[in-house]
């Protein structure tokens, strides 16, 4: 359990500390009872230093001697002394580069040195990472997110060297990931490729197994050109989400201008693609929308996140409104970002009733009596309520209407207010206003239409069933977000 479980002893099992793989098939029967789709969270970057794989590679045994990045180094001229290959820097701080005493050679980890990189030119584990694949699809699972994917390759020369990487102007700490600018070990022309071997196993899957399509999500925090190439190109399919996290990057100063431009760098690529958009608001790897945009913001983002078109994708407890919890470090775990990964608060009980255990792994937070699923559920104008109302919206005809058929636009209808408007141009159209500012707005002549109040947040004067005239003016209070329905 170092870096949370991302580091993988063992691909095609169950941690003990979780269950068995018993466990895992009696959770899928469950799942499929309730018609929920499970998706894995696949991490092909490395392994643990205590997979089996890694130790063969140590040892140079069965074919195994390339599985991972391993590398001599360089002897200094001057001092004699031997080198790391590159001067790259991991994401968490300090050399990717470590020296092994038992193979005498250095093994290249973009994460934790606990966290070797495997491959991806060997053939071999390209093929051990399909079967891997195969091993939980044979389990259910409707497909998974891929995590660090632009990490997957780095550049090598022909003669086995590595170049250094261009030192960046705007940061001198020679340990911080941010030093250098990564041209030789992120967003590699393979990885593009990887995704579409992927795509294609499991399409083939399906094609001799039946049953749904199973889905990609790739974790990539890239410039949006190289997304848009993880879909896939005219002969080739590839990931189905590339996920797009420009709305994670939005702060508590953020206005609708600034939300408007968000989905701007996103869509104008992308919809020229006729692809699937997506927007993630929140992860495991961020601080929680509560503290990142303010607790009074919650309920904008969700209504945002689920009024665009394509996937919304929300981290647990981001519905009910959970905030990040001080953390001490343990044994267990000490990470800056145990705050977001407290467990999930369901009713105001002991723990929550997340565990029955004595103790969580990771604190409840202390508010959890307040924010909690139980105290939300069925209570208008709650986090929770506002959320499942949205998610019923999405389904309507009107929230499934693309762009092309005119169904969906968006703007900055003054600096704070944010319009989106959804409609299948026949009977329904749906207004939804969403006010970032801390001032009250007064609109006028926004339609020429009449509507009624569908969806109102705790902070609207309104109820819902109230008619409105958008030839007239609209009042939106601070923070006040609201959904219209024209009456047609
Ligand atoms: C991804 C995960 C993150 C993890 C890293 C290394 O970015 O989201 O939590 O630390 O990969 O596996």
């Not at 899928?28 to 643990?48: G, R, Y």
């Not at 966290?115 to 051990?128: T, Y």
């Not at 001799?208 to 005219?234: C, K």
């Not at 981290?315 to 970002?337: K, L, P, Q």
Request: aromatic share 12%; with cysteine.
């Amino acid at each position: 359990m170092s870096d949370f479980g991302y580091d993988i002893s063992n691909f095609t099992e169950v941690d003990p500390i979780f269950g068995t793989l018993a466990d895992f098939d009696a959770m899928m029967v469950q799942a499929k009872a309730l018609n929920l789709k499970i998706i894995l969270d696949f991490v092909p970057n490395h392994s643990s230093d205590e997979c089996e794989w890694f130790q063969k590679s140590i040892n140079r045994q069965d074919g195994y001697d390339d599985f991972y990045v391993w590398h001599d180094g360089k002897l200094n001229a001057e001092t004699g002394e031997r080198e790391p290959p590159s001067n790259w820097v991991s994401v968490f701080g300090g050399s990717q580069w470590t020296w092994n005493e038992v193979r005498q050679q250095y093994f290249l980890h973009q994460f934790q040195v606990k966290q070797p990189d495997l491959n991806f030119s060997s053939p071999m584990v390209r093929e051990h990472m399909l079967d891997v694949l195969g091993f939980w699809l044979d389990r259910g699972v409707d497909g998974f997110r891929i995590d660090a994917v632009p990490h997957i390759y780095e550049h090598r020369n022909a003669d086995g060297s590595y170049r250094d990487e261009p030192i960046n102007d705007w940061n001198n700490d020679p340990n911080s990931y941010d030093y250098l600018d990564h041209i030789y070990t992120k967003d590699q022309p393979e990885t593009v490729q990887l995704m579409y071997e992927w795509r294609d196993y499991l399409v083939q899957y399906q094609a001799q197994h039946g049953g749904p399509t199973r889905v990609l999500l790739a974790e990539a925090y890239s410039p949006v050109e190289t997304l848009s190439a993880y879909f896939g190109n005219g002969t080739r399919l590839g990931t189905q989400l590339p996920m797009n996290f420009q709305l994670m990057y939005l702060s508590g100063y953020s206005t609708a201008k600034d939300v408007v431009g968000s989905i701007d760098y996103w869509m104008q690529t992308m919809w020229t693609q006729h692809q699937t958009a997506n927007w993630v608001v929140g992860n495991h790897d961020t601080q929680r929308v509560a503290n990142r945009m303010g607790a009074h913001k919650v309920d904008l983002l969700n209504v945002i996140v689920n009024a665009l078109p394509g996937a919304s994708v929300t981290y647990y407890g981001e519905e009910i409104g959970m905030s990040n919890v001080e953390t001490e470090c343990t044994e267990i775990s000490c990470d800056d970002r145990d705050g977001e990964r407290t467990p999930m608060q369901w009713a105001p009980v002991k723990n929550a009733d997340f565990s029955t255990a004595e103790n969580t792994w990771l604190p409840v937070s202390p508010d959890y009596a307040r924010y909690n699923v139980q105290t939300e559920r069925g209570v208008a104008r709650s986090s929770l309520q506002i959320f499942k109302s949205l998610q019923q919206l999405k389904s309507s005809s009107a929230f499934l209407a693309f762009k092309e058929e005119g169904g969906f636009s968006y703007e900055a209808v003054t600096e704070q207010v944010l319009q989106i408007v959804r409609t299948n141009k026949r009977s329904e159209e749906y207004r939804i206003f969403v006010n970032m500012g801390n001032s009250i707005e007064i609109l006028e002549g926004l339609s020429n239409k009449v509507y009624e109040y569908v969806l109102v947040t705790a902070y609207s004067l309104h109820t819902p069933g109230e008619t409105i005239d958008l030839r007239e003016r609209l009042v939106l209070m601070p923070y006040e977000a609201i959904v219209l329905r024209w009456l047609a």
